[in-house]
């Protein structure tokens, strides 16, 4: 290609002199040798925009600032196919929502790693701490098996219990989240359920629902808001204050709870009954295996991860039952033929079949978590396209799951799910070494909490507006714009003979 632009080059200098002065001509042709020069060392085989002399970088970043994580993916996996070069910050950044690629990255210990704003994730506590985005594999290793321990084993029969029966206590104080004219703020109403269920298994001390699920909300704006920030954004302390203070009211309200912890854990006589998972890290910080940051990071992490996701997961889910009597007339039917009259229990989960399938298919066709952000540790190749150290990853998984396999991908069907899926084609949760540690608990609780509640009541939408008409915003993840009269349901109590349907 080069000798061919010289030739070019050549013919072009030999017209130039008739045209202009001679003194510009060299000028012209530094400027054209340079262009050339650079446009060569920045072509990829890789398909995505253009490098054009660092415009390219400063344009795909800031897409993600304007449009949001999900939505810049989906737009570059649109326009340019399913392995897509961009760049975050000046980093070189794939996007990726082909099933083979997605696969390998997840399988492989070489992406255990996460990327972000060093200065964002430093301001919410989750720089090389915590679980969710720490990005040292090292101290990620050394933390990990506390959340392990305390999402399985006996935790993860206790949670059936812990949902049913926090489940029924918020419906029967349904009027805290009920509106004047009679409609449920749903996403509240989850959330409380979620928090309250994670204190009883995780934390174990009295708290404020109202106040600690709207720092949780903050939090989880300033944590969205500041992933992607660049370095600049930091230095302007008008813009990100709101953020720093939402971070700190609630690392400061979790380090008081974890305090009481602390005091009431040298007060009991019987230890063995509190041993949850803020006492394993309360006593490993004792060893010195732990820091006091540690702790208090973990434990809030634990605490939002339920509130932040499986609230609005739940929420969707609502909806999308609503708009299908079809799958809610299934659903009660397959539960009646299960439990008859008595609450679910841990022997009644396999045979949940259709709530399950309905499960997956809700967070297939309307997912929370769409994307998942990793970091290369090591050169590698990944469908012949190569991956250098320190290379960012998105795996598009929202977008994966609608391209492959599935016989109706565009639609809201269980038909999705009467085969069994290949784990390739279908990770919501993802898997492999960084695969969510929590995923079969919140199978559990979404299970337990779906079931408990479609007993007890029917939900509906109001007229027009079912999950199309809900403003969502996908950045870090999908949620619907909060303070919209579209996220409120009508609750109606179902007959205590006839749990099917009014």
């Given at each position: 290609?080069?000798?061919?632009?010289?030739?070019?080059?050549?013919?072009?200098?030999?017209?130039?002199?008739?045209?202009?002065?001679?003194?510009?001509?060299?000028?012209?042709?530094?400027?054209?040798l340079l262009f050339l020069i650079w446009n060569h060392e920045e072509t990829s085989s890789i398909p995505g925009p253009g490098?054009?002399?660092?415009i390219g970088p400063l344009i795909s970043h800031g897409r993600f600032l304007w449009m949001g994580v999900g939505n810049a993916c989906n737009y570059y996996n649109k326009t340019y196919g399913e392995f897509v070069r961009v760049w975050i910050s000046g980093e070189e950044t794939f996007i990726i929502s082909k099933s083979s690629s997605v696969f390998h990255v997840m399988k492989h210990w070489n992406y255990v790693s996460r990327f972000g704003s060093k200065l964002g994730l430093q301001c919410i506590g989750m720089y090389e701490n915590g679980i969710i985005f720490n990005n040292n594999p090292a101290h990620w290793k050394e933390i990990r098996p506390f959340f392990t321990k305390a999402l399985s084993g006996p935790g993860l029969v206790r949670m059936i219990a812990?949902?049913?029966?926090?489940?029924?206590?918020?419906l029967d104080k349904l009027e805290e989240v009920t509106t004047e004219v009679g409609n449920v703020n749903v996403l509240n109403l989850m959330r409380r359920i979620m928090l309250d269920t994670s204190n009883k298994l995780f934390l174990g001390v009295p708290l404020d629902e109202s106040a600690i699920v709207l720092k949780i909300q903050n939090y989880f704006d300033a944590w969205q808001a500041l992933l992607l920030k660049p370095d600049i954004f930091f230095k302007i302390s008008w813009l990100c204050k709101k953020y720093e203070e939402a971070a700190k009211d609630l690392k400061g309200a979790m380090e008081i709870l974890i305090e009481q912890k602390r005091q009431k854990l040298s007060s009991v006589e019987k230890l063995d009954e509190h041993m949850d998972f803020?006492?394993?890290?309360?006593?490993?910080?004792?060893?010195?295996?732990?820091?006091?940051?540690?702790?208090?990071?973990?434990?809030?992490?634990?605490?939002?991860?339920?509130?932040?996701?499986?609230?609005?997961?739940?929420?969707?889910?609502?909806?999308?039952?609503?708009?299908?009597?079809?799958?809610?007339?299934?659903?009660m039917r397959e539960i009646e033929t299960v439990m008859g009259d008595r609450d679910v229990q841990s022997d009644d989960m396999p045979n949940l079949k259709i709530v399950e399938n309905f499960i997956y298919e809700s967070m297939?066709?309307?997912?929370?978590?769409?994307?998942?952000?990793?970091?290369?540790?090591?050169?590698?190749?990944?469908?012949g396209y190569p991956v250098k150290k320190g290379t960012n990853i998105i795996l598009n998984i929202g977008r994966m799951h609608k391209l492959e396999f599935f016989p109706k991908p565009n639609e809201f069907s269980l038909e999705n799910f009467e085969k069994n899926v290949p784990s390739r084609y279908f990770q919501p949760f993802g898997f492999g070494p960084r695969g969510c540690v929590g995923k079969f608990i919140?199978?559990?609780?979404?299970?337990?909490?779906l079931v408990t509640l479609l007993r007890r009541c029917?939900?509906?939408?109001?007229?027009?507006?079912?999950?199309?008409?809900?403003?969502?915003?996908?950045?870090?993840?999908?949620?619907?714009?909060?303070?919209?009269?579209?996220?409120?349901?009508?609750?109606?109590?179902?007959?205590?003979?006839?749990?099917?349907?009014?």
């Amino acid at each position: 290609m080069i000798p061919e632009t010289l030739n070019s080059l050549n013919y072009f200098t030999s017209l130039v002199p008739d045209l202009m002065p001679v003194a510009t001509v060299p000028i012209i042709i530094l400027i054209c040798l340079l262009f050339l020069i650079w446009n060569h060392e920045e072509t990829s085989s890789i398909p995505g925009p253009g490098y054009c002399m660092g415009i390219g970088p400063l344009i795909s970043h800031g897409r993600f600032l304007w449009m949001g994580v999900g939505n810049a993916c989906n737009y570059y996996n649109k326009t340019y196919g399913e392995f897509v070069r961009v760049w975050i910050s000046g980093e070189e950044t794939f996007i990726i929502s082909k099933s083979s690629s997605v696969f390998h990255v997840m399988k492989h210990w070489n992406y255990v790693s996460r990327f972000g704003s060093k200065l964002g994730l430093q301001c919410i506590g989750m720089y090389e701490n915590g679980i969710i985005f720490n990005n040292n594999p090292a101290h990620w290793k050394e933390i990990r098996p506390f959340f392990t321990k305390a999402l399985s084993g006996p935790g993860l029969v206790r949670m059936i219990a812990i949902c049913v029966e926090s489940t029924i206590v918020h419906l029967d104080k349904l009027e805290e989240v009920t509106t004047e004219v009679g409609n449920v703020n749903v996403l509240n109403l989850m959330r409380r359920i979620m928090l309250d269920t994670s204190n009883k298994l995780f934390l174990g001390v009295p708290l404020d629902e109202s106040a600690i699920v709207l720092k949780i909300q903050n939090y989880f704006d300033a944590w969205q808001a500041l992933l992607l920030k660049p370095d600049i954004f930091f230095k302007i302390s008008w813009l990100c204050k709101k953020y720093e203070e939402a971070a700190k009211d609630l690392k400061g309200a979790m380090e008081i709870l974890i305090e009481q912890k602390r005091q009431k854990l040298s007060s009991v006589e019987k230890l063995d009954e509190h041993m949850d998972f803020a006492s394993q890290l309360i006593f490993a910080q004792n060893r010195g295996d732990l820091t006091a940051e540690n702790v208090n990071q973990c434990v809030l992490e634990m605490m939002i991860a339920a509130p932040d996701t499986l609230s609005v997961t739940l929420f969707f889910m609502l909806i999308l039952i609503a708009e299908h009597p079809t799958v809610e007339e299934m659903m009660m039917r397959e539960i009646e033929t299960v439990m008859g009259d008595r609450d679910v229990q841990s022997d009644d989960m396999p045979n949940l079949k259709i709530v399950e399938n309905f499960i997956y298919e809700s967070m297939r066709y309307q997912p929370v978590v769409d994307l998942i952000m990793r970091k290369a540790l090591q050169d590698d190749v990944i469908d012949g396209y190569p991956v250098k150290k320190g290379t960012n990853i998105i795996l598009n998984i929202g977008r994966m799951h609608k391209l492959e396999f599935f016989p109706k991908p565009n639609e809201f069907s269980l038909e999705n799910f009467e085969k069994n899926v290949p784990s390739r084609y279908f990770q919501p949760f993802g898997f492999g070494p960084r695969g969510c540690v929590g995923k079969f608990i919140a199978m559990v609780m979404m299970k337990a909490i779906l079931v408990t509640l479609l007993r007890r009541c029917r939900v509906q939408t109001m007229k027009g507006r079912g999950l199309n008409n809900i403003q969502k915003n996908n950045d870090l993840s999908m949620h619907p714009i909060e303070r919209q009269p579209l996220l409120e349901m009508v609750f109606t109590p179902r007959s205590p003979d006839k749990s099917q349907s009014d």
